[in-house]
């Protein structure tokens, strides 16, 4: 997981900052954005993107 989380982080560093945040910090939706300094919509599309991103890193050879 450590691994797949750098390798997210040198991708995209801001859906890092919400995995982070959303899951190892426990803020909700809002307080991500308020914390990041951008919209909801924004959180929330992260971190769907991140989710995905981070299930295939871990499983290669699963598919949706």
């Known amino acids: ?22 899951f190892y910090a426990g803020l909700g939706i809002e307080e991500t954005a308020l914390a990041l300094e951008i919209a909801p919509a924004t959180v929330k599309r992260d971190w769907k993107l991140a989710q995905a991103w981070l299930l295939r890193a871990l499983h290669p050879g699963v598919s949706n």
């Open 1 to 22: 997981l450590d691994e797949a989380l750098c390798r997210l982080g040198e991708i995209d560093p801001r859906k890092l900052q919400v995995v982070e945040l959303r």
